[in-house]
């Protein structure tokens, strides 16, 4: 069976000459309250072509009486053509920048001066967008937290949800390769024997084994200590590298035990290899990661 992604949910949008707008069509919903009660679809717009990490960021909101004046550009937003708000992260004092000068924003998609200018269609079947906004404004209700927090907002985010999709869905990923490294290997005959009596399949099925178990337990140790409200960045740091290397490995030995029947489509094993190599790269690069966790480690170290 296939384990795609369901089809992206049908979208309301009308073209310019530059990239599509969302429909006016939606109903009107710019206060707190309402944001509260709607059904709503977010898409978490922080990823820039020119910045990262969030600090370098140059969306600007400039507070103009009760609103934010918003100008900028987002790159590989998630959902956008379908969403309808986007959760912004924008400068709101040039000088503080992460020391309080970020600040989340909710800002409804179908305000005057947002645009979806472009997709960019990706290896692993999605198409996030590139969203320009100019002089859009956005009511003060509409700030996430408190004006300047969007900086430790988007940290504690960014660090749940590599838990979650770069932790535990690349060990959910790896657990059902091995399960299919092992039966293909218990099924398929070679020169006489099935493949799970040689010593190289033996080896790439502990080995992933092995992998698996201790970054699962990693995972589950994190999640716990997210549950017990302990700080957990760095934490989550080794997570995320140790998971999305640790599956990557996994499916690929899964592949090369099923020979060309693993690069076929009738398989998932192809479909995740192109998952999971996305998540060494989104969430923040596995090398940045590693530098970030070497210089609080040194730091940290006496
Ligand atoms: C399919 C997809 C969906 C996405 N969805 C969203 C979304 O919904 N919202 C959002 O805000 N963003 C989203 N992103 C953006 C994503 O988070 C970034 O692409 C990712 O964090 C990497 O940033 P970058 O592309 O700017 O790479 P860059 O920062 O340009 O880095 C390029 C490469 O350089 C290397 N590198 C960079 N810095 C260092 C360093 N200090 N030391 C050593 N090596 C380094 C790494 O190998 C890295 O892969 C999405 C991206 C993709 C591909």
């Given at each position: 069976?296939?384990?795609?992604?369901?089809?992206?949910?049908?979208?309301?949008?009308?073209?310019?000459?530059?990239?599509?707008?969302?429909?006016?069509?939606?109903?009107?919903?710019?206060?707190?309250?309402?944001?509260?009660?709607?059904?709503?679809?977010?898409?978490?717009?922080?990823?820039?072509?020119?910045?990262?990490?969030?600090?370098?960021?140059?969306?600007?909101?400039?507070?103009?009486?009760?609103?934010?004046?918003?100008?900028?550009?987002?790159?590989?937003?998630?959902?956008?053509?379908?969403?309808?708000?986007?959760?912004?992260?924008?400068?709101?004092?040039p000088?503080?920048?992460?020391?309080?000068?970020?600040?989340?924003?909710?800002?409804?998609?179908?305000?005057?001066?947002?645009?979806?200018?472009?997709?960019?269609?990706?290896?692993?079947?999605?198409?996030p967008?590139?969203?320009?906004?100019?002089?859009?404004?956005v009511?003060?209700?509409?700030?996430?937290?408190?004006?300047?927090?969007?900086?430790?907002?988007?940290?504690?985010?960014?660090?749940?949800?590599?838990?979650?999709?770069?932790?535990?869905?690349?060990?959910?990923i790896?657990?059902?390769?091995?399960?299919?490294?092992?039966?293909?290997?218990?099924?398929?005959?070679?020169?006489?024997?099935?493949?799970?009596?040689?010593?190289?399949?033996?080896f790439?099925?502990?080995?992933?084994?092995?992998?698996?178990?201790?970054?699962?337990?990693?995972?589950?140790?994190?999640?716990?200590?997210?549950?017990?409200?302990?700080?957990?960045?760095?934490?989550?740091?080794?997570?995320?590298?140790?998971?999305t290397?640790?599956?990557?490995?996994?499916?690929?030995?899964?592949?090369?035990?099923?020979?060309?029947?693993?690069?076929?489509?009738?398989?998932?094993?192809?479909?995740?290899?192109?998952?999971?190599?996305?998540?060494?790269?989104?969430?923040?690069?596995?090398?940045?990661?590693?530098?970030?966790?070497?210089?609080?480690?040194?730091?940290?170290?006496?």
């Open positions: 069976m296939r384990h795609r992604l369901p089809p992206p949910r049908a979208t309301a949008i009308s073209a310019s000459s530059r990239g599509v707008r969302p429909s006016a069509s939606r109903p009107a919903a710019s206060t707190r309250s309402s944001i509260k009660r709607l059904p709503l679809v977010t898409c978490r717009s922080r990823s820039e072509p020119s910045a990262w990490p969030l600090a370098n960021m140059r969306t600007r909101a400039v507070q103009d009486g009760g609103s934010f004046i918003i100008n900028g550009t987002k790159r590989f937003i998630t959902a956008a053509g379908r969403a309808d708000y986007a959760q912004l992260m924008a400068v709101t004092d000088e503080k920048r992460a020391r309080g000068g970020i600040t989340c924003l909710a800002v409804d998609l179908k305000s005057p001066g947002v645009l979806l200018e472009r997709q960019w269609p990706a290896m692993m079947g999605e198409a967008w590139q969203l320009v906004f100019e002089n859009v404004r009511p003060a209700a509409n700030v996430i937290g408190v004006v300047g927090a969007g900086f430790s907002l988007a940290q504690k985010w960014i660090g749940e949800g590599r838990i979650r999709g770069h932790g535990a869905r690349p060990v959910g790896a657990r059902r390769a091995l399960d299919m490294m092992i039966d293909y290997g218990k099924a398929r005959v070679t020169f006489g024997r099935p493949l799970a009596d040689r010593q190289a399949i033996q790439m099925i502990a080995d992933s084994a092995m992998e698996l178990h201790g970054v699962r337990n990693m995972v589950y140790e994190c999640a716990w200590r997210v549950d017990r409200g302990e700080d957990v960045r760095d934490l989550s740091y080794m997570v995320k590298v140790m998971a290397e640790m599956a990557s490995r996994v499916v690929d030995r899964a592949i090369q035990v099923h020979g060309g029947l693993g690069l076929m489509k009738e398989l998932p094993l192809e479909w995740w290899y192109r998952q999971i190599r996305s998540t060494r790269i989104t969430e923040g690069a596995n090398e940045v990661l590693r530098w970030r966790l070497g210089q609080n480690i040194i730091r940290a170290h006496r």
